[in-house]
């Protein structure tokens, strides 16, 4: 048999709970226009297996399919990096789609410039019936550097990521440990190492958006684990005295956000102590009128200014 020479990028599929939606995910991926890639599945202990191995099916001569465990999305990940041929390496979560350029468009940034590391791109993101831009949100201003991240100067999508496996593998790969957010940690450590970002304009994967569940708990969730990978961050790198500092404002802040999101989700839930005791919390920093004047009606009229702060909240 003839030595079949080696892809450059390797795409990695985690999935979990996704047997519906894969077979977009991969038709979206056999239709770029870029041609030396390999697929990379990590079935990441689903309860759906059953039915994610029938929807794989007929993808499987196309496929490396791996099957393990759950570990999460950062476990599912360097299952994959660890088994991928490719220079290169392009995310892609399992209820995303690409648009038919996206890899040709990541690989003329890269075969242009020898310097850069990795390369992200805007997209569409789409949830109950709703969509928008992501940049639109999101927006990313200037070069995505180690203190553009910090404080979401920039911010990076992950299934528009290409980058080189090598500055990943330098970073240290996904760290396990984390259950969300675990890409905005790994973005960080791959600038703080030196790795060099650039950001392509224009709309190049449509994106699900957060699935249906409780009033704010996805928010909660995310900035508690943002405030956890800040904490991570300041205690395990070596950074610079200024970047110490930056590092230990932005977790103060995303602290108090977490405090507000979680005091309203007292409040949903007439829960009015825990409510008044989180959003003074989050006042004591962040020093609003808004979170002024709800802390001094809990003490006073706690179930009418549940309703005022709820509508405070929306607007």
């Known amino acids: 048999m003839p030595h079949m020479p080696a892809p450059r990028v390797s795409v990695i ?3 979990y709970n996704t047997a519906s939606l894969i077979g977009r995910c991969l038709d979206s991926v056999f239709a770029q226009t870029y041609g030396s890639y390999e697929v ?10 059953s039915e994610l191995e029938r929807s794989l099916m007929s993808y499987l001569p196309r496929l490396v399919y791996l099957k393990q465990d759950n570990k999460g999305a950062a476990g599912a990940r360097n ?4 088994r991928a041929r490719g220079e290169f390496l392009a995310f892609l979560d399992s209820d995303d789609e690409w648009y038919f350029e996206h890899l040709a468009r990541q690989m003329e940034i890269f075969d242009s410039s020898a310097q850069i590391d990795l390369v992200y791109s805007d997209s569409l993101i789409v ?6 831009r992501f940049m639109q949100a999101c927006p990313s201003h200037g070069e995505a550097t180690f203190e553009a991240l910090v404080v979401e100067r920039c ?9 080189r496996k090598a500055a990943i593998v330098r970073a240290g790969l996904f760290d396990e440990n984390l259950r969300q957010c675990d890409d905005y940690d790994m973005w960080l450590r791959v600038a703080f190492y030196g790795g060099r970002i650039a950001y392509t304009e224009g709309v190049q994967a449509r994106l699900a958006g957060l699935r249906p569940g409780s009033l704010g708990l996805s928010n ?3 900035l508690k684990a943002c405030a956890d990978i800040l904490d991570k961050i300041g205690g395990s790198l070596p950074l610079t005295e200024s970047q110490t500092a930056l590092v230990q404002t932005r977790g103060a ?11 309203k989700l007292h409040l949903f839930r007439r829960e009015f102590e825990k409510a008044r005791d989180c959003i003074s919390k ?3 920093f962040l020093r609003t009128p808004k979170l002024a004047v709800v802390c001094l009606g809990l003490r006073f009229a706690p179930r009418t200014t549940r309703n005022l702060a709820l509508y405070l909240a929306r607007h």
């Open 13 to 15: 599929i985690p999935s």
């Open 40 to 49: 990379i599945v990590v079935n990441d202990g689903s309860p759906d297996t």
């Open 79 to 82: 299952t994959a990096i660890r």
């Open 127 to 132: 949830t109950q019936g709703r969509e928008w």
């Open 155 to 163: 911010q990076i999508p992950v299934s528009t990521v290409v980058a």
């Open 220 to 222: 909660v969730k995310m």
């Open 253 to 263: 802040k995303i602290k108090a956000l977490y405090c507000w999101e979680q005091g």
């Open 282 to 284: 989050a006042n004591a």
